[in-house]
């Protein structure tokens, strides 16, 4: 008997077997994907449930994951955006908001362009950018939000230059895991996400400084960046933007677990 004509209780069970604490949840979604209409036959259930067990994140085996409220695309080998980032988000578009003009917009690091996708379903009239330096994630970000929005190279390089001094937002998630700590993470994520996502180097901040470091000139004045961290970083993040001429300050959600440092360029 295969997976699909198995009822979904063995499919629950092979999965909490496999180590999945939302089995149920799991389980629902794979065969939801395997029905007609799905993009699945009967031999592709038993693909997707195997890719699974196997320890594949299930976005990648899915093909798309939930944030903010969107359904955004996901390939393997692309970083899985994390719901805790929603908190960024959720300052982000505040802030945006508070712009009387038309809000630009720019999402570096973007990965899948999650961020950048929130953010345009919340503001329907900002001008959103996004760039990241794998052409994997590129790829993926120019299936979720319009594809000459998306600009493929490291940071603020391939950026066209007109959107420097214009930015209102900035908004960036990029790799803060310390360089000793990435092999403790999660095997969904060291084994199945881009190393360039994670590693952030000797204290998880190199990508953020250079970030940090570029910021003032794409800036608009008065724009803001937001940089996501862990909780522990977030003091030499606000330092760091603090010597990079922007005001700093830092929020934090229980709720979510998540930390987002927020400066400033003062008009």
Same mark, same amino acid.
């Given at each position: 008997m295969s997976v699909f004509s198995s009822s979904s209780t063995t499919i629950v069970a092979r999965l909490r077997a496999a180590g999945c604490v939302f089995a149920e949840d799991e389980a629902a979604l794979l065969?939801?994907?395997?029905?007609?209409?799905?993009?699945?036959?009967?031999?592709?259930?038993?693909?997707?449930? #195997?890719?699974?067990?196997?320890?594949?994140?299930?976005?990648?085996?899915?093909?798309?994951?939930e944030f903010c409220g969107l359904r955004v695309a996901v390939e393997p080998g692309v970083f899985v955006p994390r719901p805790r980032t929603a908190f960024?988000? #959720?300052?982000?578009?505040a802030l945006a908001r508070e712009v009387a003009r038309t809000p630009v917009v720019? !999402?570096?690091?973007?990965?899948?362009?999650?961020?950048?996708?929130?953010?345009?379903a919340a503001l329907a009239d900002a001008e959103v950018h996004a760039a990241d330096l794998d052409p994997a994630a590129v790829r993926c970000a120019r299936r979720n939000l319009p594809a000459a929005?998306?600009?493929?190279?490291?940071?603020? #390089?391939?950026?066209p230059a007109a959107l420097r001094?214009?930015? !209102?937002v900035l908004i960036a998630s990029p790799p803060y895991v310390p360089s000793e700590y990435v092999g403790l993470l999660p095997p969904e994520a060291r084994l199945h #996400?881009?190393?360039?996502?994670? !590693?952030?180097?000797?204290?998880?901040?190199d990508v953020v400084r250079r970030v940090i470091a570029g910021a003032p000139a794409w800036l608009a004045p008065g724009g803001h960046l937001l940089v996501e961290t862990g909780e522990r970083q977030a003091e030499a993040t606000v330092e760091a933007m603090? $010597?990079?001429?922007? $005001?700093?300050?830092?929020?934090y959600s229980d709720e979510l677990d998540a930390t987002a440092v927020i400066g400033t360029r003062v008009p």
């Open positions: 065969i939801a994907a395997a029905t007609p209409g799905g993009g699945a036959d009967e031999q592709g259930l038993d693909a997707l449930v #195997e890719r699974r067990v196997a320890g594949e994140p299930l976005e990648h085996v899915l093909g798309w994951a960024l988000i #959720e300052q982000a578009v720019l !999402d570096l690091c973007c990965g899948t362009g999650a961020m950048a996708a929130a953010v345009a929005r998306v600009h493929e190279g490291d940071l603020y #390089e391939p950026l001094g214009r930015v !209102d #996400e881009p190393l360039t996502a994670l !590693d952030g180097g000797g204290d998880g901040l603090t $010597s990079a001429g922007l $005001s700093a300050r830092a929020a």
